[in-house]
């Protein structure tokens, strides 16, 4: 320090600068430098003017320090661009929603009732996107992009025809597709905090008065190993249960739910196509999911947002977009962290 100083540093800041040193690698209890912080009171009105989504609240339940980088601090995403001449996974998912939802909405009632073949429809629709996303708008070398073109046509086509031939067999057709949905489950929404988000897309059934919602999926991860059920009710996905009871309230009275899917596009086998959560899974998960999302809004309502590290090459850890700013490289603060987890933990048990 005395070097230091002599070098120009001011005395004052070289204490206050190992004095934080110090206090971050203490063994102790848990505290600012982990993620426990003032209570984000600015942010907390805005989210309950506008609402949060379904994949705001998998980032804070995956890991808070996450949610609080992106939406608190505002640090911002890493905008995803072709790597090495690949399409970005964001958007090849684009091209699958934009081309699913061109699909359905053009298709004729013709369709429907068996008179004319669907397929005329998405090779329009497929058409008509690719026009719209061409290797000079995607960054991708021309060779390269029509072999992408080429093996996303191929998964759609297969999708499609699984699709809409369950739809036609099960009485449904899409009523809702990437709509934007507002509101609250029945009962309040826990800590004052509205839902809202975008539905891939409703499908009801006019005459018996159901509606499924649908939310698709490039391809099945390890995170859709659990059934849908199981990741309802431990909080680690909320699409489904958000659009359940929005999709309610945007038909209006008089609909039931009948379940909900994801659906994933490049999936190899049709028995692999889907994961569903049923009526009376959700009848079952809705008291918990419930309980944890209000238990969830009151930590980020409190300021609580410890890290969550979960390395490996298939850890959510290896996905983030804050890794430079994250400690859980450090010792102390990994310990501290799975010290507050574990108490966590403890404290459901009790609960």
Wanted: hydrophobic share 45%.
């Amino acid at each position: 320090p005395a070097e230091l100083e002599a070098a120009g540093a001011p005395a004052r800041a070289l204490t206050e600068g190992f004095a934080l040193v110090e206090r971050l690698n203490a063994r102790g209890p848990a505290g600012i430098f982990d993620g426990l912080v003032r209570p984000p009171r600015a942010e907390l009105e805005g989210w309950r003017r506008a609402g949060l989504s379904p994949s705001a609240l998998d980032s804070f339940a995956e890991c808070p320090f996450r949610f609080f980088a992106a939406r608190v601090l505002g640090l911002g995403e890493r905008e995803e661009a072709a790597a090495r001449g690949e399409l970005s996974a964001r958007a090849r998912g684009q091209i699958y929603h934009a081309v699913l939802e061109r699909f359905y909405r053009t298709l004729p009632e013709a369709a429907w009732s068996g008179r004319t073949d669907p397929r005329e429809r998405l090779d329009a629709a497929l058409a008509a996107e690719f026009a719209q996303n061409d290797w000079r708008a995607l960054g991708l070398y021309p060779l390269l992009w029509e072999a992408a073109r080429d093996e996303m046509s191929a998964h759609l086509r297969a999708f499609a025809a699984w699709d809409f031939s369950r739809l036609r067999a099960g009485g449904f057709r899409p009523r809702l597709s990437e709509a934007a949905l507002r509101g609250e489950p029945e009962g309040g929404a826990p800590g004052g905090v509205p839902w809202r988000g975008v539905v891939d897309r409703v499908d009801a059934d006019e005459a018996g008065r159901r509606f499924r919602v649908a939310d698709y999926k490039t391809r099945r991860s390890t995170q859709w190993k659990k059934s849908l059920a199981q990741l309802a009710a431990d909080g680690s996905s909320h699409q489904i249960p958000f659009y359940a009871e929005l999709a309610a309230s945007a038909l209006g009275a008089g609909w039931t739910f009948d379940g909900g899917e994801l659906l994933f596009i490049e999936a190899e086998a049709d028995d692999e196509r889907a994961s569903a959560l049923t009526p009376q899974d959700w009848a079952k998960a809705r008291a918990p999911f419930l309980r944890g999302l209000s238990a969830r809004v009151e930590a980020l309502a409190a300021g609580r947002f410890p890290i969550v590290p979960d390395d490996g090459e298939r850890g959510h850890c290896s996905r983030c977009d804050f890794g430079t700013v994250c400690r859980k490289a450090h010792g102390p603060s990994r310990a501290r962290a799975a010290a507050l987890a574990a108490r966590s933990e403890l404290d459901k048990l009790d609960a």
